[in-house]
Structure formats: structure tokens, C-alpha cells
């Protein structure tokens, strides 16, 4: 199942999708199986903004495809709080020289839409660009959540509950009354103040 985020609605487009359908809001331009990568999660979760702009940045830097995009925290596979897990980061191209890298950041900062590349000499044959989405609770991390948040940052939340085994309710996307009572035993399992929302150090403890 594949989950997009539309934020002028407040509602999750879902869709039953095969690996060649392209994503919701992409123009056609980005699969799903591109989006997928090497994830074997059968969810997955994007927000318009980002497939919008992942969709501009190939259009306008052809030939180069999408290397690596999405991975699930109950996945692995990076460190911290990765926009990867939340679908909102894309490694495109592959063996880039170093002026096809500049050319393709550039382009996916002026005019792509994306609004952060990773410095080059951490990406050798690559880019990694991703969209922002919301203002982070603590430096270079998630937003701070609360019940009645929607998007995908409360999907990956509820991943690192399930993780921790605090989860009851399940992969939703929604900040649910149940998603806060879990947040609130994990909180009080890590002795963390217990508020039954994501500050700094409950995102940090929550994807360790």
C-alpha cells in the first residue's frame, strides 16, 4: 500500500500500486518502484511536496534515475532521524563525476523545489536531496507531534513504537489518542518527561 500525503487536505491518498505504477502527484514520472528502491516494507509513505519536487528534479535532470529514496526504521539502514525513513529524501544518479553532481544540486535546489542537498564530498557519485517539510523539534531532526497530527512523521513514529514494542494501533499516519498513550508508556519506560508528544529528546531516544 502506498501512503502520500496531501497537505492541503489533510488527507492520505492511498493506493493499491504495482513496482511500474507511477506515484501519486508524480506526473508520471516517478514509480513506485523507484521510490521503493531496495525496501521490502509493504508500506510505504511520501508526502506530495516531496514527490512533487523528487518528480521536477528527474524531469528537468534527465537521464539520471533514483538510486535510493525510501526505508522504513523497522528497515535500518541509517542512523538517527534519516528524511529517508520519512519518504521525504532521494539519492539520484550513480558514478556522477564531480561537475554532473554540481549541475544536478543545483538543480534540484533552484529548481526543483528541494529544499536541502547533502554536501557533495559525502555523497562521491551522487546526490542526496530532500524536501523539508515541517520545522524540526531539535537541530536536524523531526517535527514535534502531537494527537491529532497527520503525515509522515507520525508514520514513522508509530514504526519506532512498533520497534521499541510500544505500539497498539498500528501503521496509520494518523496521531491517534492511542498513538499518545504508547508515546506516553515509552516516554515513561525511558524515563523522559511524559507528555505524550515528540520533543527532541523523545525523537532521539525513539530512533536510537
Not at 72 to 96: C, K, T, V, W
Not at 149 to 177: E, K, M, N, P, Y
Amino acid at each position: 500500500m502506498v501512503y502520500v500525503f496531501d497537505p492541503q487536505s489533510g488527507d492520505w491518498l492511498s493506493r493499491e500500486l504495482s513496482s511500474d505504477d507511477p506515484m501519486p502527484g508524480s506526473g508520471g514520472i516517478l514509480t513506485v518502484g523507484m521510490f521503493r528502491g531496495r525496501s521490502n516494507s509493504d508500506a510505504l509513505w511520501s508526502d506530495l511536496r516531496a514527490i512533487a519536487a523528487a518528480s521536477a528534479l528527474l524531469k528537468a535532470a534527465k537521464p539520471f534515475t533514483v538510486r535510493y529514496a525510501f526505508r522504513r526504521p523497522s528497515e535500518g539502514g541509517h542512523a538517527g532521524q534519516s528524511p529517508h525513513y520519512a519518504g521525504l529524501a532521494f539519492d539520484i544518479g550513480n558514478r556522477l563525476t564531480a561537475a554532473e553532481q554540481l549541475r544536478l544540486a543545483r538543480t534540484a535546489l533552484y529548481h526543483a523545489g528541494m529544499d536541502a542537498v547533502e554536501p557533495l564530498f559525502t555523497t562521491p557519485g551522487w546526490v542526496h536531496a530532500e524536501k523539508r517539510i515541517l520545522p524540526p523539534a531539535a537541530a536536524g531532526g523531526y517535527p514535534h507531534l502531537g494527537q491529532g497530527a497527520r503525515g509522515v512523521h507520525v508514520f514513522v513514529l508509530q514504526d519506532a513504537l512498533i520497534l521499541h514494542g510500544f505500539a497498539s494501533g498500528g501503521l496509520t499516519g494518523c496521531f491517534s489518542a492511542a498513538t499518545a498513550a504508547d508515546l506516553r508508556r515509552f516516554q515513561r519506560a525511558n524515563i523522559l518527561p511524559v507528555t505524550g508528544e515528540t520533543d527532541g529528546p523523545t525523537w532521539q531516544q525513539l530512533m536510537k
